[in-house]
């Protein structure tokens, strides 16, 4: 499986972006999703998951009511949509899947994108 994460970009606090996460080769069926992301000097941080087959969803605290994760009916492309951003949202995003398990453990999956830039001004 090979993802391609884009959608990243420049914005003023209080604004939207929408990521994309494509698979390429196979559809995401079968497979759990997740963004993670991360900052300059940080850790790699969970953002959100969400199950195969519209199951369970999970966010990470810093992000429930503001993010939202979906799938197209294809299944082939997975999105974030991301909204109220703030300026500490500015990181590297990341698509990743795993054919095993939802997780919050990056080291849990095993297909990632490569990643794209989200800039939140103040």
């Known amino acids: 499986v090979q993802l391609q994460a884009s959608g990243g970009g420049l914005v003023q606090a209080g604004g939207s972006l929408r990521l994309s996460c494509a698979a390429s080769v196979l559809t995401f069926n079968g497979y759990d999703v997740g963004w993670f992301r991360q900052a300059p000097g940080k850790e790699r941080e969970f953002v959100v998951a969400t199950r195969r087959n519209r199951g369970s969803t999970y966010y990470a605290d810093s992000v429930k009511g503001r993010f939202t994760i979906s799938r197209d009916s294809s299944k082939t492309t997975v999105y974030l949509q991301m909204d109220s951003l703030k300026p500490e949202d500015t990181a590297v995003y990341y698509c990743?899947?795993?054919?095993?398990?939802?997780?919050?453990?990056?080291?849990?999956?095993?297909?990632w994108g490569q990643g794209t830039q989200v800039t939140v001004s103040s």
């Open positions: 990743a899947a795993s054919p095993r398990v939802v997780s919050p453990r990056h080291w849990e999956y095993d297909y």
